[in-house]
Every structure is written in structure tokens, then in C-alpha cells.
């Protein structure tokens, strides 16, 4: 499929901008940015693998803010077009390794750096995050009742578990989470009955939790993709589980946060979407 056109407004002057008589846009320094971030979604404190943080350093202050479930050269073009000169996304370009600045991955860091886009990853903290969360937000979005954290990764629980206000059938609550996510969701009946009410939610690869759902006595467990090796659990630990897509289960953390970073400083912010059907 041939991808749209994208126009790249490219910045060479890494100074502080300076704007038209009469343009009332906020410019917040990076560093003082990325100090908010690190501590409200309490970086430090999750053992990942993906590299939280700021991870691409531009320019030093901020007046615009994209938001991207993954960090590809598309999304970092489109945030260059957006005016943006801070991208927030959960997927980030560097995940506890040693990476050669070769090829792609050269590429997006190239373009990024050369538009003094500023890149901040938030992986794990952004999961498990009470308020601004992928699972908090989807719990509150599914009205869930009696929630807590459950499903430890890094150290964390980064799911939420809870109840339905009333019993639905399987086939309605995959359709209900059909249009809050806008994927078409997999249902894998597993034995655990026809009615979902109690419930855990893991966004992305949570298909590794079925049998710690299973333990806590639920009936259904909502996550994004399916691994082959667990398919088997679900039958036979008598568990439903709907499979609702990696990407579209997280893109509710990157715009909740910032949302919530435009609250706090003013920013204006766009969401970048760029589905992968995965």
C-alpha cells in the first residue's frame, strides 16, 4: 500500500524559537519536561527492558507535543509536520541493548535529531500508571467496578482487575470492546462460560497473564495479542480470554498523558495515528 505524502518542516536553529508579535505560545524547557515526566510516571522505579526516558535529546524548549504508540520514521515525520518538538510514545527506539546506528535505526534518529525533535519513552510505567494508564484508562472506559492492580512485570503490577456493574454475554463484551478500540477483537472461549463479569485487562502482550487470571478466579481476561504457546492454558484452566490488538489497547496511555501534559503546562498536543492491524 503506497503511504501518503508527508511534508517535513525541518529546523536548522536548535536555539529557543522565537515567535511573531501577538503569538501567545507556550515554550516550557525540555529539562524542565522530562523532570515532570520522570516523576509522575515514577520511572526510576520499573525494571524494563525497554530504555524509559527521554531518549532523543532536540531542542531545549518545548511549545508543541505528539503522541505515538510506536516510534517509527513515519510517526517521527509526521510529528516533525505536526510542529511538534516533543514526541511522547510508548514504544521507544531503545530497548536494553546495544544498537548500531545503522539503517533504520539511524535514519529515525537522524530525522529526529535533525528537527530538534525531542523523543520520551514510557513502556511499563505507562501500563501500569493509576491514572493516565492503557489498563487503568480502559478499566474506567469499560466502567469497571472494585478495580485494583494485578499482574506484576518490572517489578509492578501493570493490569487492572475488577467487575462488570452486570453480567455480559462474551459476544457482548467483545462488541463493546470492538468499539472502544476499534479493532476486531478475537474471542477465545475458553471454557470459562457464556457471561464476562469479573475481568483483567493487560494491554499489549499480556496473553502470558492467563493463568495468573486464572488464579484469581476470573472469567475473562482482556489483552491485545495472542501467543501460541497459551492458547491451550485458556482451555484448560477454563478462562475467556478477547484479543483486542497490541496497538490499539495502548493507544490510550500516550493520549491520556498528554492530555494531562497540556493541563499542566499548556501545551498543545496532537495523537499520531498509525494503526498496525497488530
Known amino acids: 500500500m503506497r503511504r501518503p505524502r508527508i511534508t517535513i518542516s525541518r529546523m536548522t536553529d536548535f536555539s529557543d524559537p522565537v515567535y511573531p508579535s501577538g503569538d501567545q505560545r507556550r515554550a516550557v524547557p525540555l529539562a524542565e519536561l522530562t523532570a515532570w515526566l520522570d516523576e509522575y510516571l515514577k520511572i526510576a522505579d520499573f525494571k524494563d527492558w525497554s530504555n524509559n526516558g527521554l531518549q532523543v535529546e532536540g531542542n531545549s524548549v518545548v511549545t508543541r507535543v505528539a503522541a505515538s504508540v510506536d516510534t517509527s520514521l513515519r510517526s517521527i515525520e509526521e510529528a516533525i509536520a505536526?510542529?511538534?518538538?516533543?514526541?511522547l510514545v510508548h514504544h521507544g527506539l531503545f530497548w536494553n541493548k546495544?544498537?548500531?546506528v545503522t539503517g533504520p535505526h539511524r535514519r529515525r534518529i537522524q530525522t529526529a535529531l535533525d528537527a530538534g525533535l525531542s523523543i520520551y519513552a514510557a513502556h511499563l510505567p505507562l501500563d501500569a500508571h493509576p491514572e493516565v494508564g492503557n489498563n487503568a484508562m480502559m478499566a474506567a472506559a469499560l466502567s469497571l467496578q472494585n478495580t485494583s492492580p494485578a499482574f506484576g512485570s518490572g517489578?509492578?503490577?501493570i493490569g487492572q482487575v475488577g467487575e462488570l456493574p452486570y453480567e455480559l454475554t462474551l459476544q457482548d463484551f467483545a462488541e463493546r470492546v470492538?468499539?472502544?478500540?476499534?479493532?476486531?477483537c478475537l474471542v477465545h472461549g475458553g471454557g470459562g462460560g457464556t457471561g464476562v463479569?469479573?475481568?483483567g485487562i493487560v494491554s499489549g502482550s499480556g496473553a502470558g497473564f492467563i493463568e495468573e487470571a486464572a488464579a484469581?478466579?476470573?472469567?475473562t481476561?482482556?489483552?491485545?495479542?495472542?501467543e501460541h504457546k497459551h492458547f491451550h492454558d485458556a482451555f484448560e484452566l477454563g478462562l475467556n480470554v478477547v484479543y483486542a490488538g497490541h496497538y490499539e489497547t495502548e493507544v490510550f496511555g500516550v493520549r491520556a498523558l498528554a492530555a494531562r501534559?497540556?493541563?499542566?503546562?499548556?501545551?498543545p498536543w496532537q495523537f499520531l495515528h498509525l494503526p498496525t492491524g497488530l
Do not use: V, W
Open 82 to 87: 505536526s510542529g511538534a518538538n516533543l514526541m
Open 98 to 100: 546495544p544498537l548500531m
Open 155 to 157: 517489578g509492578h503490577p
Open 178 to 184: 470492538q468499539k472502544l478500540t476499534g479493532e476486531i
Open 197 to 199: 463479569r469479573k475481568l
Open 216 to 219: 484469581l478466579g476470573l472469567d
Open 221 to 226: 481476561l482482556l489483552t491485545g495479542e495472542p
Open 261 to 267: 501534559m497540556e493541563e499542566q503546562f499548556g501545551l
